[in-house]
């Protein structure tokens, strides 16, 4: 279930990422940030009311629950703040590609505050699918220490481990949150703790935004068709890497997660026309590879 989840939740957000590109032509990077959680809200609200119906109350065990909601909040933000920004700096899936190195981030803190070890093969996976996506962001340069260089230490490479690091840390505490409740239900579990997240959020940065942005605000308001699918898709996506989380070990769904590369790869060369090289195909194969090791083998 897990893995139907965890793609459910890959496609969303690039078609979440796809619509966030084209909208920063028109509104600030707040903005855009803002209507992925204001409009995901009221969604995964009227989601858990009916849920809940069925399945029964969510009881929380610690308020606990409530510190990790909002070092979750806390790190979604600023993920996202950071993520898209990126698409100002390098091609659409370029952007993305360095971000999706947040597998090996999410190993290594889910080992040392969850306790989650990997076999090792689990471990092998995941450095397949992030070597692979480092040879990825070489796109048209040869394999080279310099080019390698060259392409990781820049700016936009700095803000994308950035936004995988806090993408790794939102894993990590949106699970930790899930630890403090009880229900029949993980799938219920997860949109509890899916609405108290997109609450602190909204809290967080709708008054920044109402301070900073007015004007774009009022547009985004004015003209909510991509916004709200923005949301829509934000809410699937979180619900499915959320439930995932605690169905198994966090570096699973992350590995599995960065097949968003391959669709975001398909995306340009179909959509944006941007050109695909044959290193980028190299590193596909390395992520599906890395990816396949972690579903059959781990």
Same mark, same amino acid.
């Given at each position: 279930m897990w893995i139907i989840l965890s793609l459910? #939740?890959?496609? *969303?957000?690039?078609?979440?990422?796809?619509?966030?590109?084209?909208l920063t032509k028109e509104l600030p990077i707040r903005v855009i940030s803002l209507s992925r959680f204001l409009f995901a809200l009221p969604i995964v609200f009227i989601s858990y009311l009916i849920l809940s119906g069925f399945l029964g109350k969510v009881t929380l065990i610690n308020a606990e629950f409530y510190f990790w909601i909002i070092l979750m909040a806390i790190s979604q933000i600023l993920a996202t703040l950071f993520r898209i920004s990126l698409f100002n700096y390098k091609s659409f899936a370029v952007s993305l590609t360095i971000v999706q190195i947040d597998g090996v981030f999410t190993a290594l803190l889910a080992l040392a505050f969850l306790g989650e070890t990997l076999s090792l093969t689990a471990w092998i996976g995941v450095m397949t699918a992030s070597t692979g996506l480092i040879l990825a962001t070489l #796109?048209?340069? *040869?394999?080279?220490i310099a080019n390698i260089k060259r392409t990781l230490f820049t700016k936009a490479s700095l803000i994308a481990l950035l936004t995988g690091l806090f993408l790794a840390l939102a894993a990590l505490f949106a699970k930790k949150a899930t630890m403090f409740l009880s229900s029949e239900s993980k799938m219920l579990n997860s949109i509890y703790t899916l609405m108290f997240i997109l609450t602190a959020e909204v809290a967080i940065l709708f008054p920044i935004v109402?301070?900073?942005?007015?004007?774009a605000l009022k547009k985004m308001i004015l003209n909510p068709v991509k916004p709200m699918?923005?949301?829509?898709?934000?809410?699937i996506g979180s619900f499915g890497w959320i439930t995932s989380y605690s169905l198994v070990k966090?570096?699973?769904?992350?590995?599995?997660?960065q097949l968003e590369f391959i669709f975001a790869t398909l995306i340009s060369l179909y959509y944006f026309k941007e050109k695909i090289y044959k290193i980028e195909f190299l590193g596909m194969v390395m992520v599906i590879s890395g990816a396949l090791l972690l579903i059959f083998l781990r």
């Open positions: 459910i #939740s890959t496609f *969303s957000q690039i078609v979440r990422n796809l619509l966030s590109k084209e #796109s048209k340069n *040869s394999v080279t109402l301070r900073k942005h007015p004007d699918v923005i949301g829509l898709c934000s809410g966090i570096a699973y769904v992350r590995t599995v997660g």
